[in-house]
């Protein structure tokens, strides 16, 4: 059993595993607690931190991860493919159901190993109900009758009597686990009928893995540290999580109703493969920038796509994006956000993303470069341009609409979405949502985190289906989980950046081999920090208007602030703006400003949705298109694609 086969790590609960995929934060190399320059209010507030799993065989864990990757796209994804042709998605799970029937001996001794007797006599009668009426586990009543697994391992049992804080390991093929879990799942052989024919316990560990498969190939383009998530979401599930809290009633409010964002993910599943992944020369690096189009069969709008922050262009919000415009008879592109690592490494200006002027010329001028590629690629094809964002892809457009008669593209309409007017403010708000925890009393502070990652991993797909109310989470636990992720963002641009140039702001060396003492260092800043601690002091040696003080702070933060450029993004009429009246990242009075400032005709205000949990409605995306429509002057009705 490995991190892959044990809980579907990157594969149907993906959308929530994503959500605790975060930072693990040990008290640092270097005390920053103890800085004083500009903004050293922020470094000496004191900040959550999660347990730590150290990684002493980093170097040989990583060539191990390599030879996995490798392993993984060029051979098992595509024998999968043809697997998953062969054999229809009801027969797979059937088996996949089957398989997970006859690990009941392992499930059961284990349980009453760690003394949970009513566990095992669950264990005992879910095998008997799915094994007669189920039909030999190919299917499983025994959920209707409220039993539901209670999965447990020689893994878990070895952690139950004491043995925590195990050795990580990436085991060859298998994936992620530590000494304690792989001397568990040796042990634990002769509880498995598989053991004693071997083919059996080869098809269980495929059938089980294949229609995660892709969803794993993605993410291994979408991180820019893909051994680093594998390795946390191992920390999480195996050292950090715990028995789940009792059950509590759901909240509704802009944080719990900003989960329902998981929902917005593609209809189908292999929508993502069907773009075309072309490459043009950003002009200002002279380095190759990847784009993703999803084009229709004949002339059409075309529509591009900034994802949020730190968003990559084959992410589940872009991708499900792209599939709604293309749905509705529009091209689609997508490129990644300029916080992401691909977007720095290709087309990114300078050393360090988050200063928003900058990076929305950087991201301006890519796509120029896209759109004269795509007309000498495709002529006559395209009858409009459009440009929609997303948070700060949302910022990222009104800068971008600032910058008309440029002599860069000119888009026929900009739609910015849930974007925050303030940076300032958002990464405040985010900061203070990552420690929500230090509102749980001390001695139950782990055991809170712990029962919220347990609860988190346990969503699966038939658990993950958008209602009518909130996700099972309290308002607490929301803001602990977004402010994870965005926490998490900011650790990859760090480090990408940090190994690009190293800046000499961190005190531990970063290098690809070894990087988790460094991320010891990183995970101490909070957004707000890094603006002091590395934007502050580098934008200070380049711009004039930028001095290295809370001065020179004052005028960073104004110049990424929406009011900047207030009196261009008023005078371009094809600018529309939308937003939910409870989304967190606006500051009291940005929405009354806003809207007076570009008239309520070019605003849209949806009642509830938190930032970005209403996308996934259809309802809401209509409203959307109908809004960019109208900015171009071109009817909202669905264009039928050519060939339907």
């Not at 060029?74 to 089957?98: C, F, K, T």
């Not at 009668?125 to 391992?153: C, M, Q, S, W, Y």
């Not at 900061?431 to 990652?453: H, I, Q, S």
């Not at 933060?557 to 009429?573: E, G, M, T």
């Amino acid at each position: 059993m490995t991190t892959y086969s044990r809980r579907h790590a990157l594969g149907s609960a993906a959308p929530l595993l994503v959500l605790v995929a975060a930072c693990a934060t040990p008290p640092p190399p270097h005390d920053w607690s103890i800085y004083t320059g500009p903004g050293a209010e922020h470094f000496q507030r004191e900040e959550y931190s999660l347990p730590h799993l150290d990684d002493p065989l980093e170097r040989i864990n990583r060539g191990i991860f390599a030879f996995n990757e490798a392993a993984l796209l060029d051979v098992a994804e595509p024998v999968a493919q043809l697997y998953r042709a062969v054999l229809p998605e009801g027969v797979r799970r059937a088996l996949g159901r089957a398989f997970e029937n006859l690990l009941f001996p392992g499930r059961a001794v284990n349980n009453v190993l760690q003394a949970e007797f009513s566990d095992a006599w669950q264990e005992s009668k879910r095998f008997a109900v799915n094994t007669t009426i189920g039909v030999a586990g190919l299917f499983d009543p025994a959920r209707r009758f409220g039993l539901d697994p209670r999965d447990e391992d020689l893994g878990t049992t070895f952690r139950a009597w004491g043995w925590t804080g195990s050795t990580f390991l990436m085991a060859p093929i298998l994936g992620a686990t530590s000494t304690r879990d792989a001397l568990g799942d040796l042990l634990g052989l002769g509880l498995d009928p598989a053991t004693y024919y071997s083919p059996a316990s080869y098809v269980r560990g495929f059938n089980r893995i294949a229609d995660d498969l892709p969803e794993l190939a993605a993410a291994l383009h979408v991180n820019g540290d893909p051994y680093e998530l594998a390795r946390l979401l191992h920390v999480l599930e195996r050292e950090v999580a715990t028995d789940p809290a009792p059950e509590q009633r759901g909240e509704d409010d802009g944080a719990t109703e900003t989960l329902g964002a998981v929902f917005l993910t593609a209809e189908d599943e292999d929508f993502r493969a069907t773009g075309l992944e072309l490459t043009v020369i950003h002009p200002s690096t002279g380095r190759p920038a990847p784009y993703t189009v999803w084009l229709q069969s004949g002339a059409a709008p075309l529509d591009y796509i900034l994802p949020g922050l730190g968003g990559h262009r084959a992410s589940g919000s872009a991708v499900a994006l792209a599939e709604a415009v293309h749905q509705s008879g529009k091209h689609a592109v997508t490129i990644s956000s300029s916080m992401n690592h691909e977007f720095i490494h290709a087309a990114s200006s300078v050393d360090l993303p988050g200063f928003l002027p900058v990076d929305a010329h950087d991201t301006h001028v890519l796509l120029d470069a896209i759109d004269r590629d795509l007309r000498a690629r495709f002529p006559g094809r395209f009858t409009s341009r459009r440009l929609g964002g997303i948070s700060f892809g949302g910022a990222t457009t009104l800068f971008i609409a600032a910058e008309r008669g440029t002599g860069l593209i000119d888009f026929d309409a900009y739609l910015a979405v849930n974007a925050p007017l303030s940076l300032e403010y958002g990464a405040q708000q985010l900061d203070a949502f990552y420690n929500a925890p230090m509102e749980v009393p001390k001695p139950e502070r782990d055991a809170w985190v712990g029962a919220l990652f347990a609860k988190t991993l346990a969503f699966d797909d038939d658990s993950l289906a958008p209602a009518t109310d909130s996700l099972e989470f309290t308002s607490l636990e929301a803001r602990f989980l977004i402010g994870l992720v965005f926490r998490a963002t900011l650790r990859e641009v760090i480090a990408v950046t940090q190994l690009r140039r190293d800046l000499g702001v961190l005190h531990v060396e970063i290098t690809p081999e070894r990087r988790a003492a460094a991320y010891r260092e990183i995970d101490q800043f909070s957004l707000t920090e890094y603006v002091y601690a590395f934007l502050l002091p580098y934008y200070a040696a380049r711009l004039e208007a930028i001095t290295p003080d809370e001065a020179g702070a004052r005028a960073l933060f104004r110049a990424c602030d929406v009011r900047s450029i207030a009196d261009a993004v008023r005078d371009n009429p094809r600018v529309r703006f939308a937003t939910t009246r409870n989304d967190f990242l606006l500051a009291p009075g940005d929405l009354e400003w806003i809207t007076e400032l570009l008239g309520p005709d070019r605003v849209t205000v949806f009642e509830r949705g938190g930032h970005l949990g209403n996308l996934y409605r259809d309802d809401v995306r209509a409203v959307l298109a109908a809004e960019i429509a109208e900015a171009a002057n071109e009817s909202a009705d669905p264009v039928v694609p050519d060939g339907s």
